[in-house]
């Protein structure tokens, strides 16, 4: 069950490549592989609590004001999460400080709360949320793998091959389209390919 | 109506719920916040000023020009002479300002620069932070290789009195020989970062525009000025001090 869990979140319904939700923070932190880990597991942390919490009070919630209750619990955990990394990881905190409260608007977390945790009990709204921000992460290290690569010829702040010429539009938001798209392509391209 | 009220109680009740929680948070964590930010200001101090100074942190009461917060390094080996000034200074980069704390000698030359705050784009502007190493991927042992940010590296030695040019024919200041970097440094210029120029003026323009202003109020850089001097001039109360390694006691001088 596990296995089908992963394979799920990883890659039949992957948030970023197949289900394309979240595209906006994908884009603006899959510049280098270690804002891309920083960004994947702190998405991971507020959708796994996130899911949890609506899942165990979906009962209580009217249907009219569910979208902002939602709101109001992610935004509460991504708060949350920004004090801890201030306090604890200050060096993760200037890497990454500006793109944290994005995660409240990144509709991968939204979309999980809508169309899984409120139909669900909280064990398997639990496994949701960390099987689809483990998707996320793994989708954003293929994406910033390629783009630091590409962008800066380096991987995990390391240079990669010797005189090779790096092209900077990788780096830069249209390379980052390019990227995400190109995999998508390869992605669907298989999938046809299996299902033919 | 009674439809109006759940609704409303239910948001009521899940806003507070949200609030405490965060409000718990904060309460726990911003000790800590505080230290890491203190550290990180000391961290920004060492790295501004030379090794073996004493680092004091004036508060400016005066109206002048001069920020109310800035910090005075003694010279170690003499401990009245003075070593120098750091200021934290802003200027305007491509998203946003840039935050960065200066120190300059008494000279006026610029003995160290580093960046407190930024938004720049990543991979572009970011790299004024850029350590560029030349290790490969495939070398992963070996430790440090003593490289250190080139941006912040090429301002070092650089006069603040007079305009710091922008030489935008070179390449960036750590892929040139050591020649042209010591030519560079004789014209009082530097280097910018490839695709983020605005970045690079941000710096330039910021040191032109406030370091002489902030000497010539404190009027350090024409002698090597005593601390008696410095006290005597300014209106200034010193209220913090840093030892940096001889836990000397007249530190309590400083606190009159």
């Known amino acids: ?196 | 109506m009674g439809d109006i009220i759940k609704l409303t109680l239910t948001l009521t009740i899940i806003s507070a719920i949200a609030g405490l929680a965060i409000g718990v948070v904060n309460d726990k964590t911003k000790d800590k916040i505080a230290a890491q930010q203190e550290q990180a200001r000391l961290e920004a101090l060492e790295t501004v000023f030379p090794e073996g100074v004493r680092i004091v942190e004036m508060k400016n009461l005066g109206a002048g020009v001069v920020p109310d917060l800035y910090w005075i390094a003694f010279d170690d080996s003499a401990d009245t002479v003075l070593a120098g000034y750091a200021f934290e200074v802003s200027g305007i980069g491509y998203a946003g300002d840039i935050k960065f704390m200066v120190g300059v000698g008494i000279d006026g030359n610029i003995l160290g620069l580093t960046v407190l705050d930024h938004n720049e784009t990543p991979g572009l502007g970011s790299r004024v932070n850029e350590i560029a190493s030349a290790k490969y991927i495939w070398y992963p042992v070996g430790g440090d290789d003593g490289a250190k940010p080139w941006f912040k590296e090429q301002f070092v030695g650089l006069s603040s009195l007079k305009p710091i040019i922008i030489d935008r024919n070179l390449a960036e200041w750590h892929k040139l020989d050591e020649r042209t970097q010591a030519n560079l440094r004789n014209n009082n210029a530097v280097t910018i970062i490839t695709g983020s120029t605005i970045t690079t003026e941000a710096f330039t323009r910021a040191i032109g525009q406030h370091i002489a202003g902030y000497l010539e109020e404190l009027g350090g850089y024409c002698c090597p000025a005593t601390r008696k001097e410095i006290e005597a001039k300014k209106a200034v109360e010193a209220v913090a001090v840093e030892t940096n390694d001889n836990e000397d006691n007249d530190t309590a001088l400083l606190l009159d």
């Open chain 1, 1 to 196: 069950m596990i296995a089908k869990e992963l394979k799920r979140g990883i890659i039949t319904e992957n948030p970023i490549l197949i289900l394309a939700l979240g595209l906006c923070p994908a884009l603006a932190v899959s510049t280098s592989v270690k804002n891309g880990l920083g960004m994947g597991l702190a998405s991971m942390f507020v959708l796994a609590c996130s899911n949890v919490i609506i899942s165990i009070i979906k009962a209580w919630i009217p249907e009219k004001v569910r979208i902002p209750c939602y709101i109001v619990i992610i935004a509460t955990f991504v708060s949350i999460l920004q004090l801890l990394i201030k306090a604890y990881t200050p060096a993760l905190d200037s890497q990454l400080g500006i793109f944290i409260p994005l995660i409240v608007v990144n509709c991968m977390i939204l979309g999980r709360a809508e169309a899984y945790a409120s139909k669900n009990n909280p064990v398997h709204a639990l496994i949701d949320g960390f099987v689809m921000g483990l998707g996320f992460t793994v989708a954003l290290l293929i994406l910033s793998g390629i783009r630091e690569f590409l962008g800066s010829n380096k991987l995990l702040d390391l240079l990669v091959i010797p005189g090779f010429q790096p092209m900077t539009a990788f780096i830069l938001a249209p390379g980052g389209f390019f990227v995400i798209a190109l995999v998508m392509g390869v992605i669907n391209y298989a999938q046809r390919k299996k299902g033919a």
